[in-house]
Structures are given as structure tokens and as C-alpha cells.
T-cell receptor, first 110, second 114 residues
Framework: EDQVTQSPEALRLQEGESSSLNCSYTVSGLRGLFWYRQDPGKGPEFLFT???AGEEKEKERLKATLTKKESFLHITAPKPEDSATYLCAVQGDYGQNFVFGPGTRLSVLP | SAVISQKPSRDICQRGTSLTIQCQVDSQVTMMFWYRQQPGQSLTLIAT?????????ESGFVIDKFPISRPNLTFSTLTVSNMSPEDSSIYLC???????????FGEGSRLTVL
């Protein structure tokens, strides 16, 4: 059974303090690993798709990386507007459905 | 990416009643899904809405409780039937072009059952 865990559950950073969020997964053949941002009361917003180990994607202050067992979302010099819950999901070879992790709740203090 | 509109955005309902949530997409999409997000939790797939046929439900979800319609490639509805307080959640419509690739989500419908 495909599984996704995320750590930490919650993270508080000072503005400008870089850090990383972890997504660990178990899947029978990886079709894709996906990162989303979710603001309170809103639907998830798509950020990145990673398909194979070694792949990296960047968008503004965010950079996502992928290994065979986990993915990291690196946040460089975060700003308060980066505060949100970050969700990781995987799609395995044997199913069309996504499995979502529990999310990491990020707070960036000014 | 597709623009996905959901109605209502929020509602407060009485126990035992039913509510239908609408999802409208601005372009034709192959795959449409309905998710539930309970307070403080991540997303759980309810069902895949299949155009022109019955929806495919995940374990723990049944058609009598969550009937779904998908009359065409841009529209779907989810009904939450005979509601109880345990049904209080955010219900999310999502779409994907094809079997693989990223999902895109609507803004969600926040349902509170008293």
C-alpha cells in the first residue's frame, strides 16, 4: 500500500531563516511526486511535479528535490506570505489515484 | 491549468438533510475527483466521477451517502445525504487531464452540520 509521511508536523521560522520540509514515501513504482501549498479555507495550489530521483524544480524561494525514498521542499529566505500548509502526494504505477501526506504547517514570523 | 468553480463555498446544514455541491470547470477534462478534508486532516479521496457512467467509490464511501453525477466533461455534483455532524468537512473538486499528471483543485466547499 502506498504511504506518505511528512515532517515536521509544524514549523515556525523567522523571516529569512531557511529550512527544509521532508516528504517520505513508499510506493510500488513512482509515477510522480507532487507538492502543493494550501492556505486556510482554500483548496490546494499546485507547486511542483517530480518524476525521477535526482530531479529538482525551483519556483521563487522554493526548491523541490527527489530521491528514491523522499522529497525535500527547501525554502530559502522565507517571507511571512510563505506561511501555509505544504502537502506532498504520490501517484504510484498501479493506481491512478493520489496518496496525500498529512502536511507540514509552516509559519514565517516577521 | 483549468479554472475550477465550486458552489456553495460554505454552508451550515441541519442534521438529516442533504446538500448538493456543484463543480464547474472552464474546459473539458478527462478526470474529475471528489475529496474530503476533515478539520486538521489531509485529503481523502471519496470517488472518481466518470462521465456518462457511475462514479467509482473508494473504500469507506458509498453511493447512497455520496451520490455523484457527471453529465458532461465540464461539470459534476456531489451530494452529501442524510448529514450528521461527522460530515462536517471541506469537500474539494479536483481535475486532471489524463491518467497521470498533476491534480488541480477548486476552492472547496466548507460544510458544517449542526
Amino acid at each position: 500500500e502506498d504511504q506518505v509521511t511528512q515532517s515536521p508536523e509544524a514549523l515556525r521560522l523567522q523571516e529569512g531563516e531557511s529550512s527544509s520540509l521532508n516528504c517520505s514515501y513508499t510506493v510500488s513504482g513512482l509515477r510522480g511526486l507532487f507538492w502543493y501549498r494550501q492556505d486556510p479555507g482554500k483548496g490546494p495550489e499546485f507547486l511542483f511535479t517530480l518524476y525521477s530521483a535526482g530531479e529538482e524544480k525551483e519556483k521563487e524561494r522554493l526548491k523541490a528535490t527527489l530521491t528514491k525514498k523522499e522529497s525535500f521542499l527547501h525554502i530559502t529566505a522565507p517571507k511571512p506570505e510563505d506561511s501555509a500548509t505544504y502537502l506532498c502526494a504520490v501517484q504510484g504505477d498501479y493506481g491512478q489515484n493520489f496518496v496525500f501526506g498529512p502536511g507540514t504547517r509552516l509559519s514565517v514570523l516577521p | 491549468s483549468a479554472v475550477i468553480s465550486q458552489k456553495p463555498s460554505r454552508d451550515i446544514c441541519q442534521r438529516g438533510t442533504s446538500l448538493t455541491i456543484q463543480c464547474q470547470v472552464d474546459s473539458q477534462v478527462t478526470m474529475m475527483f471528489w475529496y474530503r478534508q476533515q478539520p486538521g486532516q489531509s485529503l481523502t479521496l471519496i470517488a472518481t466521477a466518470n462521465q456518462g457512467s457511475e462514479a467509482t467509490y473508494e473504500s469507506g464511501f458509498v453511493i447512497d451517502k455520496f451520490p455523484i453525477s457527471r453529465p458532461n466533461l465540464t461539470f459534476s455534483t456531489l451530494t452529501v445525504s442524510n448529514m450528521s455532524p461527522e460530515d462536517s468537512s471541506i469537500y474539494l473538486c479536483s481535475v486532471r487531464q489524463g491518467v497521470v499528471g498533476e491534480l488541480f483543485f477548486g476552492e472547496g466547499s466548507r460544510l458544517t452540520v449542526l
